[in-house]
């Protein structure tokens, strides 16, 4: 796709978003931090297609280039070398300010650490996107939200007199609130309790299945890749293994497997 | 989005208004020095108005003269009988009023027997043909106006101040011997609360004529006749005016009263607003700092933003709105502080001996507007580097640890040494040309101070870390684990430190600077009147500079112990279009007590002085081509001439000169000048204190000194111009400590899960404590390292430019002491806050942050 295409798709508001495959696409990235003796390779040739509709999950081990590669499907960040590319659209041209509206139109993230603003209540946490972007919220569309993320009594809350749990579900309402192509979440689980995390992927797979939101979310957690559609498995920065609707021992053997390599 | 920058600022209340603060002093200033001057302003306006408030014309001696003791030339009785024989004339009556000059001066002395104004506050003596009131500016307020020779009334003020009641005795003095007259009334001005600390006494008009010397009156008041206009009645009075009279319609002459005051006014106002710009100057850094910490701290909020689709803009906007947010604040608190500061202003000057007319404040349009915009602008403009750098966060720092805004490649070292070295080319074209007191180089010399000291905050983070290692010796030796924690806490953000450092640089600088010439100053002074007068004892007026009666000078001749009193009269006088002072000698005597440095003639010449011989000084001399032989007239302010010939020629120093531009005989200035007082009376011998007072008893305006105490005396205004200017330099010393508070508390805030840390491996609250003081000493101690050696540096190359005046430059040890001890106690007084806080910190809370 050319750059007046591009254009023109980020200009043009009545765009209908087409949800059919792929979302999101990368093509032979590859991340390197750092020059020279102290490189490092995060991510060496990863090429996937993130189909519509779906829950996709990204296990591997520490270090393996997770978080890497959701930043920069995300376009928080850009790759050494190769392309991604967002509904269609390649980021790589893409300037700072292009980038920025495409975010606003077809990125939504969870954070591990839900990073809400602390002077703002609930509500306007979620609202948040919608206030930057300049846009007033649909009512029904956020009521729904609002229920369906179980916050109706904790709109006029401030994040401190909120849970863990709780906050993570106005960090999942927030990134959803602008209905994005695309909701990626690193480790949405990663420092709440287990019960607490069940409630959230229970959110995340209702999200996915009434709300067709395609979603990409990076866990550790065996129990969490099972709800997914399809879990690819990342070591040493590359894709190692991609299993559909795995059962939890799959996915425990894929780990071992892929840890042992 | 503008809701959510006002929410983020209201959630940090208190670190707002700690950042607002930083400007809320200067903008104070700011306001404070208009609603002063206008309040002045408005008081003057309503006594020169009031003076006139019945009248259609005013006839006044034309004024040929500048600043002469005597004042303008008066118009005779037999003007005003002509005046009021014109057709066209309803009423009209003389004054002898001079609110401008010092023509009309009459001392009250009060019941200790001293002068009540010795300070240099004008003493107002009139006269006034009370027969007909609607020309009256006074109003009477208890008794009854004076009808003879041995009554007076005086302002009511004066009489609570100095607890005179009508049927009192009191004193006067005007240009004769003091003379008892009995009070018969108090008045006020117009509608003037107070004409500042002058005193008004007034008599019948013979009296004054008679006590001040003058013949005549000042002021002559008319009115038409009703159906005659103003316009007629000023064309027919023209005609019946002398050429040293000018007739001017009422308003007229109220404006031309106030023209001298009106610059006055304007030169306080300036004056002031140079101390708000200063301060607000400083108070720039203070929000820079801030505001680039605060940004600083708030990354990971900002990126959050950004990966939720606020663009780099929409960043800038929201910081740049909290600067505007802030600046208002500020402004509006700083605006309506300054109503207060005005007061505080107001008495600072009545403390150094300079009481301002007073009347209700006045809060123009302009104060307002001007304050409000000013301190926005300040802040705005100030905090704008900060809110760029918010834009250049980028997104992926909400979710990586550590993230740090990527900085654009370093300039502000460069960019400091290239301002440093443009400061120094203005400087040296200021102080090098020659040319100081120019209005260009003066500008030249401001603004190279100016860039000079962002330079050096520019480059100062590079010294920082060089820096911190001398000052932080003592932390280190004495403060233990916590004091060099302290020194390392300093130096690990260097561009931090350096730019807390920097504000308070400024205001160090600054005052170094003014010691530093002070200092300066003060030995040509004492030089320059050593070198001229080799008097033993010396006559003065109350005030020192003033002149006094004429009679003073006799009076001490009869003093035990005096060998000779040699008097010498001043005035001003004119010669073809240029003023001069002029001086009345005694030839026979004036070479024993005064030096003369001659460049042609010499003591001899002295005797030429008897006939029409003048000495002239080589400066005016040069500038009017008048060489020895050559004649000249010189006029009175009167107007009367006299055909003078250039005898001699002699050079006084450059500054405190007691000879000035023309000198002639005492009987040649007394037959000049119609009003006969000295500057100075010069004694030879060895009288007692006590001698002399008796002798001056009746001439409460004049005292005597050993020449010792004299010399000190002449360079006292210094230290009192000193003493205002350290006042009014403390704002932005203030200013700057509060800009080292803002960074330690940020500093602490932000190292609050190291605190924690520090704590739980078993440092004691107190060790606590003493780090972050150290940390602000240190800082401090860098902020004088910075600024001592600039101000010494610019006080400097001024002196060397004030060369020819005999001023030299000579570092002030003790003022520098004082200053790095200060700057110190400011480092102290800045960190009690921090550290307490630092110290209180709960270990568990602490290492739960998150
Ligand atoms: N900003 C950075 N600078 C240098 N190296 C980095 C940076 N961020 C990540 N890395 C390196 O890149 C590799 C991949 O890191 P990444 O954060 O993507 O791993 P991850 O799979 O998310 O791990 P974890 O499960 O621990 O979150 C690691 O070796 C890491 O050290
Ligand atoms: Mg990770």
Same mark, same amino acid.
Do not use: C
């Given at each position: 796709?050319?750059?007046?295409?591009?254009?023109?798709?980020?200009?043009?508001?009545?765009?209908?978003?087409?949800?059919?495959?792929?979302?999101?696409?990368?093509?032979?990235?590859?991340?390197?931090?750092?020059?020279?003796?102290?490189?490092? &390779?995060?991510?060496?040739?990863?090429?996937?297609?993130?189909?519509?509709?779906?829950?996709?999950?990204?296990?591997?081990?520490?270090?393996?280039?997770?978080?890497?590669?959701?930043?920069?499907?995300?376009?928080?960040?850009?790759?050494?070398?190769?392309?991604?590319?967002?509904?269609?659209?390649?980021?790589?041209?893409?300037?700072?300010?292009?980038?920025?509206?495409?975010?606003?139109?077809?990125?939504?993230?969870?954070?591990?650490?839900?990073?809400?603003?602390?002077?703002?209540?609930?509500? *306007?946490?979620?609202?948040?996107?919608?206030?930057?972007?300049?846009?007033?919220?649909?009512?029904?569309?956020?009521?729904?939200?609002?229920?369906?993320?179980?916050?109706?009594?904790?709109?006029?809350?401030?994040?401190?007199?909120?849970?863990?749990?709780?906050?993570?579900?106005?960090?999942?309402?927030?990134?959803?609130?602008?209905?994005?192509?695309?909701?990626?979440?690193?480790?949405?689980?990663?420092?709440?309790?287990?019960?607490?995390?069940?409630?959230?992927?229970?959110?995340?797979?209702?999200?996915? &299945?009434?709300?067709?939101?395609?979603?990409?979310?990076?866990?550790?957690?065996?129990?969490?890749?099972?709800?997914?559609?399809?879990?690819?498995?990342?070591? &040493?920065?590359?894709?190692?293994?991609?299993?559909?609707?795995?059962?939890?021992?799959?996915?425990?053997?894929?780990?071992?497997?892929?840890?042992?390599? | 989005?503008?809701?959510?920058?006002?929410?983020?600022?209201?959630?940090?209340?208190?670190?707002?208004?700690?950042?607002?603060?930083?400007?809320?002093?200067?903008?104070?200033?700011?306001?404070?020095?208009?609603?002063?001057?206008?309040?002045? $302003? %408005?008081?003057?306006?309503?006594?020169?108005?009031?003076?006139?408030?019945?009248?259609?014309?005013?006839?006044?001696?034309?004024?040929?003269?500048?600043?002469?003791?005597?004042?303008?030339?008066?118009? $005779?009785?037999?003007?005003?009988?002509?005046?009021?024989?014109?057709?066209?004339?309803?009423?009209? !009556?003389?004054?002898?009023?001079?609110?401008?000059?010092?023509?009309?001066?009459?001392?009250?002395?009060?019941?200790?027997?001293?002068?009540?104004?010795?300070?240099?506050?004008?003493?107002?003596?009139?006269?006034?043909?009370?027969?007909?009131?609607?020309?009256?500016?006074?109003?009477?307020?208890?008794?009854?106006?004076?009808?003879?020779?041995?009554?007076?009334?005086?302002?009511?003020?004066?009489?609570?101040?100095?607890?005179?009641?009508?049927?009192?005795?009191?004193?006067?003095?005007?240009?004769?011997?003091?003379?008892?007259?009995?009070?018969?009334?108090?008045?006020?001005?117009?509608?003037?609360?107070?004409?500042?600390?002058?005193?008004?006494?007034?008599?019948?008009?013979?009296?004054?004529?008679?006590?001040?010397?003058?013949?005549?009156?000042?002021?002559?008041?008319?009115?038409?006749?009703?159906?005659?206009?103003?316009?007629?009645?000023?064309?027919?009075?023209?005609?019946?005016?002398?050429?040293?009279?000018?007739?001017?319609?009422?308003?007229?002459?109220?404006?031309?009263?106030?023209?001298? =005051?009106?610059?006055?006014?304007?030169?306080?106002?300036?004056?002031?607003?140079?101390?708000?710009?200063?301060?607000?100057?400083?108070?720039?850094?203070?929000?820079?700092?801030?505001?680039?910490?605060?940004?600083?701290?708030?990354?990971?909020?900002?990126?959050?933003?950004?990966?939720?689709?606020?663009?780099?803009?929409?960043?800038?906007?929201?910081?740049?709105?909290?600067?505007?947010?802030?600046?208002?604040? !500020?402004?509006?608190?700083?605006?309506?502080?300054?109503?207060?500061?005005?007061?505080?202003?107001?008495?600072?000057?009545?403390?150094?001996?300079?009481?301002?007319?007073?009347?209700?404040?006045?809060?123009?349009?302009?104060?307002?507007?001007?304050?409000?915009?000013?301190?926005?602008?300040?802040?705005?403009?100030?905090?704008?580097?900060?809110?760029?750098? !918010?834009?250049?966060?980028?997104?992926?720092?909400?979710?990586?640890?550590?993230?740090?805004?990527?900085?654009?490649?370093?300039?502000?070292?460069?960019?400091?040494?290239?301002?440093?070295?443009?400061?120094?080319?203005?400087?040296?074209?200021?102080?090098?040309?020659?040319?100081?007191?120019?209005?260009?180089?003066?500008?030249?010399?401001?603004?190279?101070?100016?860039?000079?000291?962002?330079?050096?905050?520019?480059?100062?983070?590079?010294?920082?870390?060089?820096?911190?290692? =001398?000052?932080?010796?003592?932390?280190?030796?004495?403060?233990?684990?916590?004091?060099?924690?302290?020194?390392?806490?300093?130096?690990?953000?260097?561009?931090?430190?350096?730019?807390?450092?920097?504000?308070?640089?400024?205001?160090?600088?600054?005052?170094?600077?003014?010691?530093?010439?002070?200092?300066?100053?003060?030995?040509?002074? &004492?030089?320059?009147?050593? %070198?001229?007068?080799?008097?033993?004892?010396?006559?003065?007026?109350?005030?020192?500079?003033?002149?006094?009666?004429?009679?003073?000078?006799?009076?001490?001749?009869?003093?035990?112990?005096?060998?000779?009193?040699?008097?010498?009269?001043?005035?001003?006088?004119?010669?073809?279009?240029?003023?001069?002072?002029?001086?009345?000698?005694?030839?026979?005597?004036?070479?024993?007590?005064?030096?003369?440095?001659?460049?042609?003639?010499?003591?001899?010449?002295?005797?030429?002085?008897?006939?029409?011989?003048?000495?002239?000084?080589?400066?005016?001399?040069?500038?009017?081509?008048?060489?020895?032989?050559?004649?000249?007239?010189?006029?009175?302010?009167?107007?009367?001439?006299?055909?003078?010939?250039?005898?001699?020629?002699?050079?006084?120093?450059?500054?405190?000169?007691?000879?000035? +531009?023309?000198?002639?005989?005492?009987?040649?200035?007394?037959?000049?000048?119609?009003?006969? $007082?000295?500057?100075?009376?010069?004694?030879?011998?060895?009288?007692?204190?006590? +001698?002399?007072?008796?002798?001056?008893?009746?001439?409460?305006?004049?005292?005597?000194?050993?020449?010792?105490?004299? =010399?000190?005396?002449?360079?006292?205004?210094?230290?009192?111009?000193?003493?205002?200017?350290?006042?009014?330099?403390?704002?932005?010393?203030?200013?700057?400590?509060?800009?080292?508070?803002?960074?330690?508390?940020?500093?602490?805030?932000?190292?609050?899960?190291?605190?924690?840390?520090?704590?739980?491996?078993?440092?004691?609250?107190?060790?606590?404590?003493?780090?972050?003081?150290? *940390?602000?000493?240190?800082?401090?101690?860098?902020?004088?390292?910075?600024?001592?050696?600039?101000?010494?540096?610019?006080?400097?190359?001024?002196?060397?430019?004030?060369? %020819?005046?005999?001023?030299?430059?000579?570092?002030?040890?003790?003022?520098? /002491?004082?200053?790095?001890?200060?700057?110190?106690?400011?480092?102290?007084?800045?960190?009690?806050?921090?550290?307490?806080? !630092?110290?209180?910190?709960? /270990?568990?809370?602490?290492? %739960?942050? *998150?």
């Amino acid at each position: 796709m050319n750059a007046a295409a591009a254009a023109a798709a980020l200009s043009d508001e009545r765009v209908l978003i087409d949800h059919s495959p792929p979302a999101v696409a990368a093509h032979a990235v590859t991340r390197r931090y750092g020059e020279g003796d102290t490189a490092v &390779d995060a991510l060496r040739g990863v090429s996937l297609e993130v189909p519509g509709g779906e829950l996709t999950a990204v296990m591997g081990p520490s270090g393996s280039g997770k978080s890497t590669l959701m930043h920069i499907l995300a376009g928080l960040d850009q790759p050494t070398s190769g392309s991604v590319e967002i509904a269609g659209i390649e980021i790589a041209t893409l300037k700072d300010n292009e980038l920025t509206k495409l975010r606003r139109r077809h990125i939504g993230f969870v954070f591990q650490f839900f990073n809400l603003l602390p002077m703002l209540t609930a509500e *306007e946490n979620v609202l948040l996107p919608l206030t930057i972007a300049g846009r007033k919220p649909e009512r029904p569309w956020f009521q729904q939200l609002l229920e369906s993320v179980g916050l109706q009594d904790r709109r006029k809350h401030r994040p401190s007199e909120l849970s863990g749990g709780q906050q993570q579900r106005v960090a999942i309402a927030r990134a959803l609130v602008s209905r994005p192509t695309v909701l990626f979440a690193d480790e949405p689980t990663g420092n709440l309790d287990s019960a607490t995390s069940a409630e959230i992927l229970e959110l995340v797979r209702r999200s996915v &299945d009434e709300l067709g939101q395609t979603t990409v979310m990076v866990t550790h957690d065996a129990v969490a890749a099972t709800i997914a559609d399809r879990v690819l498995f990342l070591a &040493d920065g590359q894709i190692a293994k991609s299993l559909a609707r795995p059962s939890q021992a799959e996915v425990i053997d894929a780990i071992q497997e892929v840890t042992g390599q | 989005m503008t809701g959510v920058a006002l929410k983020g600022l209201l959630a940090r209340r208190v670190r707002a208004v700690l950042t607002a603060l930083a400007i809320v002093l200067g903008v104070a200033m700011v306001s404070g020095s208009f609603v002063l001057t206008d309040t002045i $302003s %408005k008081a003057f306006d309503s006594i020169f108005t009031s003076s006139y408030s019945h009248t259609d014309a005013v006839v006044s001696g034309r004024k040929l003269v500048d600043y002469s003791n005597g004042g303008n030339a008066t118009v $005779s009785e037999a003007v005003l009988e002509r005046i009021r024989r014109n057709r066209d004339v309803g009423a009209a !009556a003389g004054a002898l009023i001079d609110l401008n000059g010092d023509s009309t001066h009459a001392n009250l002395i009060g019941r200790d027997g001293k002068a009540i104004q010795s300070n240099g506050n004008p003493t107002f003596g009139f006269g006034i043909d009370t027969s007909q009131p609607r020309f009256n500016p006074l109003k009477l307020k208890e008794g009854h106006w004076a009808n003879g020779p041995h009554q007076v009334v005086i302002d009511a003020e004066t009489a609570k101040k100095h607890h005179f009641a009508v049927g009192d005795k009191v004193g006067v003095a005007a240009s004769g011997p003091r003379e008892s007259f009995r009070i018969v009334g108090t008045a006020t001005y117009g509608d003037v609360k107070s004409l500042g600390g002058a005193t008004i006494a007034v008599f019948t008009i013979p009296t004054a004529q008679r006590l001040l010397d003058l013949h005549g009156y000042s002021v002559i008041s008319v009115a038409a006749k009703p159906g005659v206009s103003a316009n007629r009645l000023i064309s027919e009075l023209k005609r019946e005016v002398p050429a040293t009279a000018r007739v001017r319609t009422a308003k007229e002459q109220a404006n031309e009263d106030k023209k001298g =005051v009106a610059s006055f006014i304007s030169f306080i106002r300036g004056f002031l607003l140079g101390f708000g710009g200063i301060a607000l100057f400083v108070g720039a850094f203070v929000i820079f700092n801030t505001l680039s910490i605060t940004v600083a701290q708030r990354t990971r909020e900002l990126a959050t933003l950004r990966t939720l689709g606020a663009s780099r803009r929409q960043v800038l906007r929201s910081v740049v709105l909290e600067s505007f947010a802030i600046g208002l604040v !500020a402004s509006v608190i700083g605006l309506v502080s300054g109503f207060g500061l005005a007061r505080g202003l107001s008495s600072l000057f009545g403390a150094l001996g300079l009481t301002l007319p007073q009347t209700s404040s006045v809060y123009a349009t302009h104060t307002f507007v001007i304050s409000l915009i000013l301190g926005v602008l300040v802040t705005v403009l100030a905090g704008f580097v900060p809110a760029l750098r !918010a834009t250049r966060v980028p997104p992926i720092a909400a979710v990586r640890e550590g993230a740090v805004i990527q900085r654009k490649k370093r300039l502000g070292p460069v960019a400091g040494v290239i301002l440093f070295g443009i400061a120094s080319a203005l400087i040296a074209y200021a102080t090098l040309g020659g040319h100081l007191g120019s209005g260009k180089s003066l500008l030249a010399l401001a603004g190279g101070a100016l860039l000079g000291l962002l330079g050096v905050a520019g480059f100062a983070p590079v010294l920082v870390t060089a820096l911190a290692a =001398v000052v932080g010796i003592p932390a280190k030796r004495l403060g233990g684990a916590a004091g060099r924690l302290a020194t390392d806490n300093a130096t690990r953000n260097p561009a931090r430190t350096a730019s807390t450092a920097a504000a308070l640089m400024i205001g160090l600088a600054l005052v170094t600077f003014v010691a530093a010439l002070g200092k300066g100053l003060h030995g040509s002074v &004492d030089r320059a009147i050593n %070198k001229q007068v080799t008097a033993d004892w010396v006559v003065t007026s109350q005030n020192g500079w003033s002149a006094f009666p004429a009679g003073a000078g006799r009076a001490v001749t009869k003093a035990p112990g005096v060998t000779l009193a040699s008097d010498i009269r001043s005035d001003r006088g004119r010669i073809g279009t240029a003023n001069v002072n002029v001086n009345g000698v005694e030839p026979a005597t004036i070479a024993r007590v005064y030096h003369f440095d001659w460049r042609q003639g010499s003591n001899a010449t002295l005797a030429s002085l008897d006939g029409h011989g003048a000495l002239v000084k080589q400066r005016f001399a040069k500038k009017h081509h008048l060489a020895v032989g050559d004649a000249f007239t010189l006029r009175s302010p009167a107007g009367k001439p006299v055909r003078l010939t250039v005898a001699g020629i002699f050079q006084p120093p450059q500054v405190m000169e007691v000879l000035g +531009g023309v000198v002639v005989s005492r009987q040649a200035f007394d037959r000049t000048f119609t009003r006969r $007082s000295n500057s100075l009376t010069l004694i030879d011998g060895s009288p007692t204190q006590a +001698g002399l007072d008796r002798a001056l008893a009746a001439f409460p305006d004049a005292k005597a000194q050993t020449k010792a105490a004299y =010399v000190k005396a002449q360079s006292s205004f210094i230290n009192t111009m000193l003493n205002l200017l350290y006042v009014l330099l403390a704002l932005s010393v203030i200013v700057s400590l509060f800009g080292m508070l803002n960074t330690l508390v940020l500093s602490v805030f932000e190292r609050t899960r190291e605190l924690g840390m520090l704590r739980a491996v078993g440092m004691t609250r107190r060790q606590a404590r003493r780090m972050v003081r150290h *940390e602000s000493v240190i800082t401090a101690l860098i902020g004088a390292a910075l600024g001592l050696p600039l101000g010494i540096m610019l006080a400097a190359a001024v002196t060397h430019a004030l060369g %020819k005046y005999g001023v030299t430059f000579s570092l002030p040890v003790a003022s520098l /002491v004082i200053f790095t001890v200060a700057a110190m106690v400011a480092g102290i007084l800045a960190a009690i806050a921090p550290a307490r806080r !630092a110290s209180r910190l709960n /270990v568990l809370e602490a290492l %739960k942050y *998150e």
